[in-house]
């Protein structure tokens, strides 16, 4: 390309030549030059991401007020979403002892509470296709429907006269579920790059923690008081019609696409335009197309776990998933999805019983079922703490396999405290410290599958590969604290610990793995080629398979 013209020099962006090496363009203006000399630059790599690519010269400052109003507009709504439905998922454990298994009659044994708890993963796990409905439907109609669609389903538990009815409620509130809270992560990725993607899954999914905490707090004071209505039943009314009032604002607030956000200026939208092409390339008709439409191909390779290096090496899956779908990535294949299904698995074990049977825990421990709602809390505020710290260390210094490891030796101290000891005190300290260990763990698998896949649609895939498999530990986690175990339910405890520390060893053998396949993309393509700071230098289309593609350890 030449010299561009002088209509064109005037734009905001610095035109550069479509090679690798930038070529020096003559400007007229005084800051436009200074912009390039900044560019092209190794010592300005802190300030800049210089894609000769492209042609786009995003300025750092321009770039961290449009993080600033990303984080300021969806993270609120989006916490304040999944807070409800993490309320309303696990009040099911407050309203068991606030009276509804002598009102509904549920067995002595407590299967039929068991089988409470696990339709609704049934239900969870077949309805996890709808991950991918965030990037096929505008997320706002979606997400509005999902919100209003489980809020009323909550409510109606209220009205519940029969252990069937509640069977099929529970059943419905997981298909609703199942369709918001898993997408949430694989909608965040078009909004953040993947190295300022976990803080923010962080942010979001620590409602999960605090949702928990609170719905104690809460249940303690709803069913401490009189009321003409069961206590039960005013807990499923109180935490569900809120959902109501968020369904709106998400309808009319939560934006599509960095590039349809309405609350942004034209200088935003350039730098919004920009970003996405640093995360996955070609211009800004591609990058426009990011919502509306899967790439069939990228679900297919997911699913085998591939990525396909030629048409010779996998050549059945071209015939599975024909042109115009069929398209070819370049990396090795890895395993990762699968392994990180099955630490998902894992930890859904403790994840999923936990907020659901402390409560009873609680009662066992010989509190009174009205304190035992409200001792149900602190645990999870400290949870919600370590989350926001553990996610905030793995983005910093891109160590989530490490933080893995160490979070789920910490929950499985907890439960084998839980399982050893018969003292109240030390007992209450193992809860700290499994809710400690599983929640953060269970928050930082999550960006770390989106982090390592190579396209918009492998990371949909990934994710909802991940909640399809990982999604069953629950059926196994929601059963391992039988009625005739207690007052200490050793082997809930047991089998929680164990799975722990399996999990611990499932993230040092990702780890180990994706370190390989580093070093052999190293070997193909060479080193990624790194700025004065030590950082790599950004070029476009860095989070899709590629040259420049490398896996987050």
Request: charged letters at 15%; a negative charge; hydrophobic letters at 45%.
């Amino acid at each position: 390309m030449g010299s561009p013209s002088e209509k064109e020099s005037t734009a905001p962006e610095v035109a550069l030549q479509s090679t690798n090496a930038p070529e020096v363009v003559p400007l007229s203006d005084p800051e436009k030059q200074l912009a390039h000399e900044e560019l092209t630059s190794v010592e300005g790599s802190e300030k800049n991401h210089n894609s000769a690519t492209n042609g786009r010269y995003v300025d750092r400052a321009a770039e961290l007020r449009l993080l600033r109003k990303f984080d300021l507009r969806l993270i609120p709504i989006l916490f304040t979403c999944y807070l409800l439905s993490y309320i309303d998922r696990s009040n099911v454990g407050n309203a068991k002892i606030a009276g509804m298994q002598e009102e509904l009659h549920f067995s002595a044994d407590g299967n039929d509470y068991s089988w409470l708890l696990t339709i609704f993963y049934i239900a969870y796990i077949l309805f996890e296709c709808g991950t991918l409905m965030w990037k096929v439907v505008p997320p706002h109609i979606w997400g509005a429907a999902m919100v209003a669609g489980w809020g009323l389903i909550s409510t109606l538990q209220a009205a519940a006269t029969s252990w069937s009815g509640m069977m099929a409620l529970r059943f419905l509130l997981g298909a609703f579920e199942a369709c918001f809270g898993p997408g949430i992560p694989f909608y965040l990725s078009f909004f953040y790059l993947r190295k300022e993607l976990g803080w923010r899954i962080g942010l979001f999914l620590s409602a999960g923690p605090l949702g928990t905490c609170f719905a104690g707090a809460l249940a303690y004071g709803i069913t401490s008081g009189h009321v003409s209505i069961a206590n039960w039943r005013l807990l499923f009314l109180v935490e569900g019609l809120p959902c109501f009032v968020m369904a709106a604002v998400v309808y009319f607030f939560l934006p599509d696409s960095p590039t349809k956000a309405t609350f942004l200026n034209e200088e935003d939208m350039a730098v919004a335009r920009s970003r996405d092409v640093l995360q996955v390339g070609g211009d800004d008709s591609t990058t426009s197309k990011r919502i509306g439409s899967i790439v069939w191909s990228d679900i297919l390779a997911s699913l085998l776990d591939v990525k396909v290096r030629t048409h010779q090496e996998f050549f059945f899956i071209s015939l599975l998933c024909p042109s115009p779908f069929w398209q070819i990535s370049d990396a090795n294949a890895t395993g990762q999805n699968y392994i990180t299904a099955m630490m998902y698995f894992s930890c859904n074990v403790s994840f999923s019983s936990l907020p659901v049977f402390l409560p009873t825990i609680l009662t066992e421990m010989h509190f009174k079922p009205i304190d035992a709602q409200g001792l149900s809390a602190p645990p999870y505020f400290v949870s919600f703490i370590v989350v926001l710290a553990s996610t905030y260390f793995a983005d910093r210094y891109g160590q989530r396999g490490f933080t893995v490891l160490a979070l789920s030796l910490v929950g499985a101290i907890g439960y084998i405290v839980l399982a050893t000891t018969e003292a109240t005190g030390p007992r209450y300290f193992g809860v700290y410290l499994a809710a400690a260990g599983i929640y953060p763990t269970i928050i930082n698998i999550l960006p770390w599958v989106l982090n390592n896949q190579g396209s918009d649609t492998k990371r949909g895939a990934g994710i909802a590969i991940l909640n399809l498999i990982g999604q069953c530990g629950p059926l196994l986690g929601t059963r391992i604290y039988p009625a005739t175990d207690k007052p200490y339910y050793r082997l809930g405890m047991w089998t929680c610990a164990a799975f722990m520390l399996f999990n611990g060893l499932l993230a040092i053998t990702l780890r180990t793995l994706l370190v390989w396949e580093n070093k052999k993309l190293d070997q193909k393509y060479g080193p990624v080629e790194k700025g004065a700071d030590g950082k790599e230098l950004a070029t476009a289309g860095i989070e899709n398979d590629g040259p420049n593609f490398r896996y987050i350890l």
